[in-house]
């Protein structure tokens, strides 16, 4: 295929761009009042509104047209298939094995890898049982009731996220019982200079404690200095052999199985990962084993379904209701049409305070690329910078800049319908109605402006709203492990969506490397060797610790 | 005199075998269960069952002599089992319910009061924790009608001797013309009383809290100092015998052990903690809950770090499962969360007890490495193969066994007792490895 921006379907959305630009958003809800009917899509529990979008409800016909330029249907049957999707590593990306329903089938070479995964998953549910019932011994024979995870990235942002979001699932057994052992206490240690782990270890008792070193390469230079960093604190704190040590208070989680052993690790403490899962679609495999320790198996295999009933939504529907699709349509709208380079994460839930982490990576590390795969610079812009904060705290930083500054964000509000059972206190329930009114009201205004106002004419330029943000509100039903599985599976297929159309791989990482590489050298030198060959600036800033 | 007694507790069994003995007329109504007929078929058509002495619960079977006694008494017709409404005529109750069954005892007092004008005395024995004497005593609206509390103190394995022959007893009642009758109804068994320590059924009920809590305390206390005394390479029993001639501390309660367990002592806490945790912000019981639960893991402890971690294919023998000697009640036992670790950790468990084994048998039926449990004719069968011993229960026939044959049997001579029963010096000179709590 040809450049994509020189394709007459790129062409014509262009037009339509430029003459849409021309009216507000306000005024195409004027003009139709079945807007919110045409441009709001449900999938089960999950009902996501594009109506605050700038742009005419039949507009998603030229976006679809344009996907169906790309062969958009095809690249998802070769994601699906397990076709080398990921060239530049000769990898298929098979996440979706990992929530297939135990008996579905998957084949990878001649080999049904649904196999592996039910394995996988049966090894994890035994850890997990063996946790939760006290049976995890450390090397003083006391119970193991808190774990923590040393991993970075999507080893780390996943589970992490999960764990925040879900932790008002309390942790139920196999059959769906109540855990009778009280719940464990999970942490998360990632950054590679050791902070948080230092603050954690103050504070834990090592006879108590599991490490889950979590990284699919195994080598990564933060996790496994993290790790050392742990196993050194349980040396001086433990009275057995090393191997007992790690044996007791160290599980892996890779897909390294070498690596692993010569850490250690005992092949009975590893679980598997497989090199057609990237990091950052990883949750959903054993790296997600901190997220079954906390909510326990069952609200797991519960996150998987729901991520699996998106997935055959996202294969199955046809591209005009195919809810992944049409959002990621909708950023090459706003990205590649109306030229907007920012995009907000703006959760309205407490719960959900990591999504916005979760899908920087997610984003950023897939599509912040711009060689296309045919290894051409591309002419267009790919992934905008995307970043978040919960909304009614965000409303409170950057949400000034949002409805009054020089730059075009658009907006993603992800709210749950219910929150707070009956058996809340009526002041919690109406917290959850006060950040539902919040929320409502921030995408109203970002969109529409102060047209929502009868007099805003008469106010003073400063205390104008220009709205024109456009904004998509994904609402829940209710936060479960399930609408959670969906809502993060329906963003990992927007971000092929929108590499299909951009024509670039989403599942390498090439931009993080020379970083690891150049520091691996500059270790040499803060130890005193030459700086002769580097940059003055580099130089100079060696040498005033050096000295 | 007349007396119905009501519930299934050790001490309802107890009290009617003595009472009897003592040749007044028991009524007894183990399986009161409250009574939910209402109007006037009510007491016609009781739900409750009347009782055998067959339908004895477990604790009550084993109790030494009781049912022997239970039966001559049921002979002599001084004792009967009877409906709900054959004992409610009786103006002396004896109530005994457990912990959680308060709304018997408060149907029960409902029932029998019924009539507002007819005299009527409840001693209650349940431990239903502070407050319910009240509770009870709001049910009744004639003046004559009294709740007294009479804290159960009766130690399992030898309940018959300490109902006939207590060293004091607690009354809660302050009624004068109600003290009397009560009075006379433990004539018999007071003559080796030191003091008859009167008040009110509030007080009474607390200082049955408080002296559980107490001794819960020092069992705490004790096994905290030997678990250090352990890391300090003292012994503990040099210690403990110092503490105890201090005539300020005495020497009960201070037998360092793998925890304490049993139906009342462990239950009462618990009720005594969450009172004081609710009324006070109090941690101090539940912390020594906790440790107990802890403690009792202590012989798998210290085996597990004589093997480095690794119990994998072991053979692991046990002598003594019952929560104390005496009794073939596993309650809270210690033996329950042993045999579950070793199993969880793949060791194949070899165990003796000379009374519990069927109660544990059946505990563990259901456990999902339940074929690696094996229940031994003999201690010294028990020892075959074994990679070591942990003694959990100190049944006096595990005191002195012939060490030779031990020696001779076990894989690995490793002994850990877990109430400091062996002499330490003799053992290890014969070759054993001994781990003791605190020495």
């Known amino acids: 295929m040809n450049n994509i921006s020189e394709s007459s379907q790129w062409q014509a959305l262009q037009d339509l761009a430029d003459q849409q630009r021309q009216q507000p958003i306000h005024q195409l809800f004027s003009e139709n009042p079945k807007r919110f009917e045409q441009l709001s899509f449900r999938h089960g529990e999950l009902l996501v509104d594009f109506s605050k979008q700038h742009y005419q409800a039949n507009t998603l016909e030229n976006l679809i047209a344009l996907a169906e330029q790309c062969e958009l249907p095809n690249w998802i049957h070769q994601l699906f298939a397990g076709a080398e999707v990921n060239h530049t590593e000769q990898r298929p990306a098979l996440h979706t094995a990992l929530r297939l329903p135990e008996g579905k089938e998957c084949w990878l070479n001649g080999e049904n890898i649904s196999i592996d995964v039910q394995q996988n998953l049966q090894r994890m549910d035994e850890l997990v049982h063996l946790i939760h019932t006290g049976q995890w011994r450390g090397c003083s024979g006391e119970a193991i009731d808190t774990v923590v995870n040393i991993g970075v990235g999507g080893s780390d942002l996943g589970p992490l996220m999960a764990c925040n979001a879900l932790a008002e699932t309390p942790a139920r057994d196999d059959n769906g019982k109540l855990a009778q052992q009280a719940a464990i206490d999970v942490h998360f240690v990632s950054s590679m200079d050791g902070s948080q782990l230092a603050d954690l270890l103050k504070v834990l008792n090592p006879m108590r404690t599991l490490f889950v070193i979590a990284s699919k390469s195994f080598t990564t230079i933060d996790t496994m200095a993290n790790a050392a960093t742990a196993k050194e604190w349980l040396n001086q704190n433990a009275n057995c052999s090393e191997t007992a040590l790690i044996a007791r208070h160290f599980i892996a989680v890779s897909s390294k199985p070498e690596k692993m052993q010569a850490w250690g690790i005992p092949k009975q403490n590893q679980l598997e990962f497989w090199e057609w899962t990237g990091g950052r679609y990883s949750m959903w495999s054993a790296i997600g084993l901190l997220i079954a320790l906390k909510l326990g198996m069952s609200a797991f295999k519960t996150m998987l379904a729901g991520a699996h009933s998106m997935d055959e939504h996202f294969r199955l529907a046809p591209l005009k209701e195919n809810i992944p699709a049409l959002l990621a349509l909708t950023g090459i709208w706003n990205i590649n049409f109306l030229n907007i380079g920012a995009h907000a994460i703006l959760p309205y839930d407490g719960r959900l305070k990591n999504l916005p982490a979760y899908l920087e990576q997610l984003e950023m590390e897939s599509n912040g690329k711009s060689v296309n795969r045919q290894g051409e610079t591309v002419d267009y812009n790919t992934c905008p910078i995307l970043w978040g904060e919960i909304g009614t705290n965000a409303q409170h930083a950057f949400y000034q800049l949002l409805h009054q500054g020089t730059e075009a964000v658009m907006c993603d509000f992800i709210v749950a319908a219910k929150r707070y059972g009956p058996d809340a206190s009526q002041e919690l329930r109406h917290q959850h109605q006060l950040n539902l009114a919040n929320c409502f009201a921030q995408s109203r205004i970002l969109a529409l402006g102060d047209s929502v106002l009868d007099d805003a004419h008469s106010a003073p330029a400063h205390k104008r709203y220009q709205g024109n943000q456009p904004c998509t509100t994904i609402m829940l039903n209710e936060l479960t492990p399930f609408t959670f599985g969906q809502l993060i599976a329906m963003y990992e297929h927007k971000v092929f969506v929108q590499s299909v159309i951009w024509g670039i791989n989403p599942f390498d990482q090439w931009g993080v490397e020379l970083g690891k590489q150049v520091a691996t050298k500059l270790l040499g030198q803060l130890d005193g060797q030459e700086t002769n060959n580097l940059d003055a600036s580099t130089a100079g800033l060696i040498q005033a610790i050096n000295q | ?439």
């Not at chain 2, 000697?325 to 033996?335: E, H, L, M, Q, R």
């Not at chain 2, 031990?406 to 690995?412: P, R, S």
């Open chain 2, 1 to 439: 005199m007349k007396i119905a007694i009501w519930g299934n507790e050790l001490i309802a069994w107890t009290a009617a075998a003595c009472f009897a003995e003592m040749g007044n007329e028991v009524l007894f109504v183990p399986l009161f269960s409250g009574d939910h007929n209402s109007g006037e078929n009510r007491s016609n058509n009781s739900p409750n069952k009347q009782a055998k002495l067959h339908d004895a619960p477990a604790n009550v079977k084993e109790e030494p002599s009781l049912v022997e006694q239970l039966q001559q008494q049921l002979d002599a017709g001084r004792l009967r089992f009877t409906d709900t409404e054959t004992a409610q005529s009786a103006m002396l109750h004896f109530l005994a319910f457990l912990p959680k069954q308060l709304e018997y005892a408060t149907s029960l007092c409902q029932l029998v009061a019924a009539d507002s004008k007819r005299q009527l005395i409840v001693m209650n024995a349940s431990n239903f924790g502070i407050g319910a004497s009240d509770k009870l005593q709001a049910c009744f609206r004639g003046e004559q009608q009294i709740i007294a509390y009479i804290p159960d103190q009766l130690p399992a394995g030898s309940a018959l001797a300490h109902f006939k022959n207590p060293d004091h007893l607690i009354i809660g009642c302050q009624q004068e013309w109600a003290l009397m009758h009560i009075r006379a109804l433990y004539r018999p068994f007071s003559r080796n009383i030191n003091q008859w320590l009167l008040m009110s059924a509030r007080e009474a009920e607390y200082t049955k809290f408080a002296i559980t809590g107490m001794l819960a305390l020092r069992l705490a206390y004790i096994n905290d100092l030997a678990n250090l005394a352990d890391e300090i390479d003292v012994d503990i029993d040099i210690i403990r015998q110092a503490m105890g001639s201090d005539e300020r501390i005495g020497q009960h309660y201070l037998n360092p052990g793998c925890g304490f367990g049993g139906e009342h002592f462990p239950q009462y806490i618990e009720g005594l903690a969450g009172t004081l945790s609710e009324a006070r912000n109090s941690s101090l019981l539940s912390t020594v809950l906790e440790e107990n639960e802890k403690q009792k893991e202590l012989p798998f402890r210290k085996l597990w770090r004589h093997y480095d971690c690794d119990l994998q294919a072991k053979t692991i023998s046990i002598w003594g499962l019952a929560f104390k000697p005496g009794t073939a009640s596993i309650s809270n036992a210690p033996s329950l969360k042993v045999i579950d670790a070793l199993l969880n950790q793949g060791c194949k468990v070899k165990v003796h007890d000379p009374m519990a084994m069927a109660n544990i048998e059946a505990f563990f039926s259901t456990h999902h490495h339940r074929e690696q449990l094996a229940f031994c004719d003999s201690e010294m069968q028990a020892l075959e193969h074994s990679d070591g011993l942990l003694l959990l229960t100190e049944w006096a026939q595990y005191f002195s066994p012939d060490y030779q044959v031990m020696l001779d049997t076990m894989n690995t001579a490793l002994l850990i007792d877990g109430r400091n029963v062996f002499d330490k010096k003799l053992i290890k000179e014969l070759g054993f490895t001994y781990y003791g709590v605190g020495r």
